[in-house]
């Protein structure tokens, strides 16, 4: 395997780990948000309309809000998983006798090697 496709592998595992951890550190504020849209639930039940409303604009505002902070590292997860594929896409080129997954034992061993 060339060295170049190993180091864009180890790139991208490495962003992709990077992500994960972010989004991992936003846990926290993801399930405030969420226990907040469980109270609204609750409190929503028993209700007058003008009422329903105004909750469920709050409802809203933290969906959005959920999204806001998730969007950035979803996003760029996106962009890894093209990045992978345009690699496999490249080793397969340059070595067509590979299969998939003889590329991915290829792979393997040099991304568990990968100091996190």
């Not at 936003?26 to 226990?35: I, S």
């Not at 639930?41 to 007058?48: A, L, P, R």
Request: hydrophobic fraction near 35%; glycine fraction near 0%.
């Amino acid at each position: 395997m060339d060295k170049i496709f190993i180091e864009q592998a180890k790139m991208i595992r490495l962003e992709y780990i990077k992500n994960i951890k972010e989004i991992v550190k936003c846990e926290n504020k993801v399930e405030e948000y969420k226990q907040r849209l469980t109270v609204i639930q609750n409190e929503i039940k028993d209700v007058d309309i003008e009422t329903a409303k105004l909750k469920l604009e709050e409802v809203e505002k933290n969906i959005h809000n959920i999204e806001n902070i998730l969007k950035p590292y979803t996003l760029k997860i996106k962009e890894l998983e093209s990045s992978a594929d345009r690699l496999f896409e490249s080793i397969k080129e340059r070595h067509p006798h590979l299969s998939m997954d003889e590329i991915k034992n290829e792979l393997i061993p040099h991304l568990i090697k990968i100091e996190y």
